[in-house]
């Protein structure tokens, strides 16, 4: 709560950067892992257990309540494939391109001006999920859902006002989804048969009761407004590495630099500070014992910075994912493991396409920062200052 993102490297540096160390968390023993061998001994089904791991408070602002992320076993497995089968390479693919569309039409609008990356992404990847998932309103309406789903997000680390702001929208977005399920299986209101919004209430989700229904299609929505976060970064990381550019532009290996640029920019920007699971069995780390009940926590920041498992750890080096698949245990941005079986989030492969596609549009417009870049690292999850704003060139102007 009052160091952010700086807590636990201080705790690792107090246990001389030692890869698992015994610490305490919420009244509870708990020992924090790191790297490749710590996130295999997080995903183990085994030794760990997502049930009752996160506080309420938390699980249910960011996940809601009955959510997938606090389930285990068959049930795990089982609501899972709820998303695996709604969430299908054409149906990424499909959003995907609607959002590079869609943001190909916004910078139109820039060109001249001063924008907030941040308040625009929300808003295109808030309308897209939302027209993808077969959800109907007009415009302010889905502007208004776009930033409440956004302000959920931003509440998730207890900062400030920002909590009691989420929880509020937390509330209105339960009664919003629940409403739209039951109006379906009810008959009030139609939607397209193959849309996101049919699926979960009478496709794959119909056994799931209206409320639970809500929530997971939730679980789709926020997490894509949720790119913004990334997205934001990414932005900021174009000025800061303008020689990217130019090879993010059209080209024969474009695409696979896209993807790259997104994966260095999630391995690199401080989102998710780490990931809670509570020990049922025992076992052994780096002369660290973990026994029943403890707190078993993956500090993901290292994970993906750990020199054991990255050159250069600190550096912002794309090219390291040219023609690579990630390690699913070394890079744990959203999650580790198998991401059909396992934990990993089932969103993963359309949060690196929103990325590619935000990387492909913002690499060909000239702009520059309109206030200093910096972010605050002890609030989460954090942003560049103001939202990232910036100065859009005005493309009839001699810059010469």
């Known amino acids: 709560m009052r160091s952010g993102y700086r807590a636990l490297p201080e705790q690792r540096s107090r246990h001389r950067g030692a890869d698992a160390f015994e610490t305490s968390l919420l009244g509870r023993r708990a020992v924090v892992v790191r790297g490749h061998n710590g996130a295999r001994l997080f995903y183990d089904p085994t030794v760990v257990e997502r049930e009752g791991a996160v506080p309420a408070p938390l699980a249910r602002l960011i996940f809601g309540r009955g959510a997938v992320h606090g389930l285990d076993g068959d049930e795990h497995a089982e609501r899972k494939a709820i998303f695996l089968e709604i969430l299908t390479e054409q149906r990424v693919d499909d959003l995907a391109d609607a959002i590079g569309h869609d943001l190909d039409r916004r910078v139109q609008r820039w060109t001249g001006r001063d924008v907030v990356v941040f308040d625009e992404l929300v808003e295109v990847y808030g309308a897209a999920v939302q027209a993808w998932a077969g959800i109907d309103a007009p415009p302010p309406t889905i502007r208004r859902n776009s930033r409440r789903l956004a302000t959920i997000v931003d509440g998730f680390g207890g900062a400030g006002a920002a909590y009691p702001r989420a929880w509020l929208?937390?509330?209105?977005?339960?009664?919003?989804?629940?409403?739209?399920?039951?109006?379906?299986?009810?008959?009030?209101?139609?939607?397209?048969?193959?849309?996101?919004?049919?699926?979960?209430?009478?496709?794959?989700?119909?056994?799931?009761?209206?409320?639970?229904?809500?929530?997971?299609?939730?679980?789709?929505?926020?997490?894509?407004?949720?790119?913004?976060?990334?997205?934001?970064?990414?932005?900021?990381?174009?000025?800061?590495?303008?020689?990217?550019?130019?090879?993010?532009?059209?080209?024969?290996?474009?695409?696979?630099?896209?993807?790259?640029?997104?994966?260095?920019?999630?391995?690199?920007?401080?989102?998710?500070?780490?990931?809670?699971?509570?020990?049922?069995?025992?076992?052994?780390?780096?002369?660290?014992?973990?026994?029943?009940?403890?707190?078993?926590?993956?500090?993901?920041?290292?994970?993906?910075?750990?020199?054991?498992?990255?050159?250069?750890?600190?550096?912002?080096?794309?090219?390291?994912?040219?023609?690579?698949?990630?390690?699913?245990?070394?890079?744990?941005?959203?999650?580790?493991?198998?991401?059909?079986?396992?934990?990993?989030?089932?969103?993963?492969?359309?949060?690196?396409?929103?990325?590619?596609e935000t990387a492909r549009v913002l690499s060909g417009l000239d702009y520059e920062p309109a206030a200093a870049p910096g972010y605050d690292d002890t609030r989460i999850p954090t942003l560049p200052a103001r939202g990232f704003p910036v100065r859009i060139a005005d493309r009839g102007a001699d810059r010469s």
């Open 169 to 356: 929208a937390r509330l209105w977005a339960n009664r919003w989804a629940r409403d739209l399920i039951e109006a379906i299986r009810g008959g009030q209101l139609d939607a397209r048969p193959d849309s996101v919004l049919a699926l979960m209430a009478t496709g794959p989700g119909r056994g799931l009761s209206a409320r639970v229904a809500g929530v997971e299609l939730l679980n789709i929505l926020r997490p894509t407004v949720a790119v913004a976060w990334p997205g934001t970064f990414l932005a900021r990381h174009l000025t800061a590495f303008p020689q990217w550019r130019p090879l993010l532009q059209d080209g024969e290996r474009a695409t696979e630099r896209r993807a790259a640029f997104g994966h260095e920019v999630r391995r690199t920007c401080p989102f998710v500070p780490a990931l809670a699971g509570r020990a049922r069995g025992t076992a052994e780390i780096d002369g660290v014992r973990v026994e029943p009940g403890d707190m078993l926590v993956l500090d993901v920041p290292a994970t993906n910075h750990d020199p054991g498992e990255w050159s250069d750890p600190g550096e912002f080096l794309p090219e390291r994912f040219a023609g690579l698949m990630p390690d699913p245990y070394g890079f744990v941005p959203q999650g580790g493991g198998d991401p059909a079986t396992g934990h990993r989030c089932p969103g993963e492969p359309l949060t690196v396409r929103i990325l590619a």
